[in-house]
């Protein structure tokens, strides 16, 4: 969530960028946290120390929010707390070439080289978005444990 917050954040301040594909990755959490209660209850857990963010979830009309909308409630929250003010904005959006991650496309061949391991993981995370597979796939601890959003959430 740290990395959709963060590049949802330099849309709005740093450069141009998608943020259908960062809601539609949401959702797609949102969707197989409901495919892994369907496979056993216990995964509605996850939902235990969101309250708040739920309430919020549901006022902003999120359908089937769930662990992901949660997530991106309280992060969105949080996140813009610590780049306060016009001189922080400007130290975030420079410390990192947002304009290369959020549109590798439109990165010249140097740029593409010189950030190809964070345009590869930018990538990797926005595909899950439209990746059924991992949605519907077993919900066992080897896949995706409730634990590892656990202790994200402790943090």
């Known amino acids: 969530m740290d990395l959709l917050s963060q590049s949802m954040f330099a849309i709005r301040f740093c450069a141009e960028g998608d943020m259908n594909g960062w809601y539609i990755l949401i959702s797609t959490i949102d969707r197989r946290q409901a495919t892994c209660i ?24 999120l359908k089937d929010a769930g662990i992901g909308s949660f997530s991106y409630v309280r992060a969105m929250k949080e ?3 610590s ?11 420079a410390a990192v070439p947002w304009k290369v991650l959020l549109k590798p496309n439109e990165a010249t061949a140097q740029e593409q080289e010189k ?18 597979g991992w949605v519907d796939a077993p919900c066992d601890k080897s896949f995706w444990p409730p634990d590892f959003v656990l202790e994200r959430r402790k943090n």
């Open 38 to 61: 369907g496979q056993d209850p216990a995964w509605i857990a996850l939902n235990k120390g969101w309250e708040k963010e739920e309430v919020e979830a549901r006022t902003l009309k």
């Open 79 to 81: 996140f813009p707390e």
């Open 115 to 132: 950030y190809a391991e964070p345009i590869r993981v930018m990538h990797t995370v926005r595909a899950l978005a439209f990746e059924r």
């Open 83 to 93: 780049v306060k003010g016009e001189a922080a904005i400007q130290r975030f959006c």
